[in-house]
């Protein structure tokens, strides 16, 4: 079973910044967040993903709590194209594959 | 550097055919893994392979299903006997090293469909 908790789908208006949240409360402490996201039917696209520190990159920037219980996805500034389903995955340390919850379906809107 | 290539894209079976799904990671990467998508459902993990090696099987049906990495060449999916419910898209994703510190990058997919 998927170690996380999203909303099941959230709105935002086109130019405005998109905040996905995450609970993941059962994290162990060498255990990544992964966020990806799927376009479609497309393979899913490797977004970004964090330890403990907060990171950015060209895509987005991924907040994590201090007691890691918890992340955010921000997208800057969203356009139709970021319309997709996002999922925030605990990566497993030992093999790294990737348990897909339900994700967030996010719709940008103009 | 080209992106993970999976081939064909769309395949089409009659019921007890096999099914054959290639998959060819990007270079440098040694760790594969499958993943398959039933019409309006989430990813679900199949199996995670290293060269010659299946390191971990856990989501695999037990009966039809088997993947192999060699040496050589790409990672093929067999499933054999394909029924209806085999229907599905099915990802590769590969990756450098494992641990679950670095990313995975996904193909584009193998839609099978079982007539």
């Known amino acids: 079973d998927a170690k996380t908790t999203q909303p099941t789908s959230m709105d935002c208006a086109e130019g405005r910044a998109a905040n996905l949240p995450c609970n993941h409360s059962?994290?162990?402490?060498?255990?990544?967040v992964y966020w990806y996201r799927q376009i479609h039917s497309q393979g899913p696209q490797y977004i970004i993903h964090?330890?403990?520190n907060n990171e950015t990159n060209e895509m987005a920037s991924l907040i994590i709590t201090e007691d890691r219980k918890s992340s955010t996805l921000i997208l800057p500034h969203a356009t139709l194209r970021d319309t997709a389903v996002y999922y925030c995955?605990?990566?497993?340390?030992?093999?790294?594959?990737?348990?897909f919850g339900q994700g967030t379906t996010l719709q940008v809107k103009p | 550097n080209a992106g993970v290539m999976q081939n064909p894209r769309h395949l089409v079976r009659r019921r007890g055919q096999e099914a054959r799904l290639r998959c060819s990671p990007m270079?440098?990467?040694?760790?594969v893994y499958w993943y398959r998508q039933l019409p309006e459902e989430g990813l679900k993990f199949m199996v995670y392979?290293?060269?010659?090696?299946?390191?971990?099987e856990s989501g695999m049906p037990k009966e039809r299903f088997s993947a192999e990495f060699p040496k050589e060449g790409p990672s093929i999916l067999r499933i054999q006997q394909v029924v209806r419910g085999d229907s599905a898209a099915y990802f590769c994703?590969?990756?450098?090293?494992?641990?679950?510190?670095?990313?995975?990058?996904f193909g584009q997919g193998t839609r099978l469909t079982v007539v």
């Open positions: 270079k440098g990467h040694s760790h």
């Open positions: 995955i605990v990566g497993e340390s030992n093999t790294g594959k990737l348990i």
């Open positions: 392979l290293q060269k010659e090696n299946i390191i971990d």
């Open positions: 994703a590969s990756s450098p090293n494992t641990g679950g510190k670095t990313e995975a990058f």
């Open positions: 964090g330890l403990k």
């Open positions: 059962t994290i162990s402490g060498n255990e990544y």
